[in-house]
């Protein structure tokens, strides 16, 4: 669903926000600084740092001591990875709820009390996540990100990640699912924490919230994950991918995540999983029509249109036996 404006604040409820650090001394600080600035006070902070060669650990260290005693913590990563390092912080993170962060970008002050109002009023597991501007490597604006128009759901979550991780916010109920969940998501390999819980939160039936108004500063430089995704050139060249086949070994290796905790699904969403996995291991033509009988889209015609077309090309295909279902 699309939020314009959220509900007015209720009771303060505690969010873990959840920071996975390597070498990010350049701009670690002016993202630990926006997390102080916050509106929103009832905030507690894990840094799990992938063994960082500059000062970053140094400026988490100073950032805690200037905080209330146990409010920051600094923790040791796997050293595998940002997707594993999450992975990790959702394994390690208490009860209630949880919020991704990147150590790059900037919060705006209300960022955590539009996400916690914003999921205020659901009982059951619910996920937010919003817009960003982004930014260059000095933090000034270039453009908004996407605004997506299609329906949110598993259909959409299994061939497209468009809940940003780094302004995911995640209900008490939600983050209980995504904490059981996390070991298998590490042990099949997946491509992407974000991608990944978009698709738990949507299969598993949670409240999917998507924020029209920017929430913080997304910074692009030089070492980023992750870039922008908004331009001509990004999204050819991430139909490039898709077509070039390493885009089926995402898909494959999410559907492995997803079937080992397919109890957490919803049973037409079990459906959907079993149907893409046949998929995965069928010939063009006929991989390309059963993701069709399932109703499986992206955000664009275009993007929908390369999914089908690299279907029907088979470079979504992988060799060897589909998983089982259980």
Request: aromatic share 6%.
């Amino acid at each position: 669903m699309p939020v314009d404006r959220p509900p007015p604040l209720a009771p303060d409820h505690p969010v873990t926000i959840l920071l996975a650090s390597f070498d990010g001394a350049a701009f670690i600080g002016a993202q630990l600084d926006s997390i102080a600035r916050q509106t929103y006070r009832t905030w507690r902070l894990i840094v799990s740092d992938d063994g960082s060669a500059d000062a970053t650990r140094d400026i988490v260290a100073g950032f805690a001591a200037s905080r209330p005693p146990g409010q920051v913590r600094l923790i040791d990563g796997p050293g595998r990875g940002a997707t594993l390092n999450f992975l990790h912080l959702l394994s390690v993170a208490p009860e209630g709820a949880v919020a991704f962060c990147d150590q790059d970008d900037v919060w705006f002050p209300d960022k955590l009390a539009r996400a916690m109002a914003a999921l205020s009023p659901f009982h059951g597991p619910a996920h937010y996540a919003a817009r960003t501007v982004i930014a260059d490597a000095a933090l000034h604006p270039v453009a908004e990100s996407r605004h997506f128009p299609r329906p949110l759901g598993f259909r959409n979550a299994v061939v497209q990640a468009i809940m940003a991780g780094n302004t995911s916010v995640f209900n008490a109920k939600a983050a209980a699912i995504l904490r059981r969940c996390a070991g298998d998501a590490q042990t099949a390999g997946i491509p992407s924490h974000d991608w990944w819980a978009y698709q738990i939160m949507g299969g598993a039936g949670a409240e999917l919230i998507h924020d029209r108004q920017p929430v913080l500063l997304y910074r692009q430089h030089g070492q980023s994950e992750m870039g922008r995704n908004d331009t001509i050139a990004a999204m050819s060249h991430r139909i490039g991918r898709l077509l070039a086949g390493e885009y089926g070994g995402w898909l494959a290796a999410n559907h492995a995540a997803l079937s080992a905790v397919r109890t957490e699904l919803l049973p037409e969403n079990r459906r959907i999983l079993d149907g893409l996995g046949k998929a995965l291991h069928q010939r063009g033509p006929v991989a390309a029509a059963t993701m069709a009988r399932l109703g499986l889209y992206r955000q664009t015609r275009p993007g929908t249109a390369a999914l089908f077309a690299a279907a029907l090309m088979g470079r979504l295909r992988q060799c060897g036996p589909s998983s089982p279902s259980r």
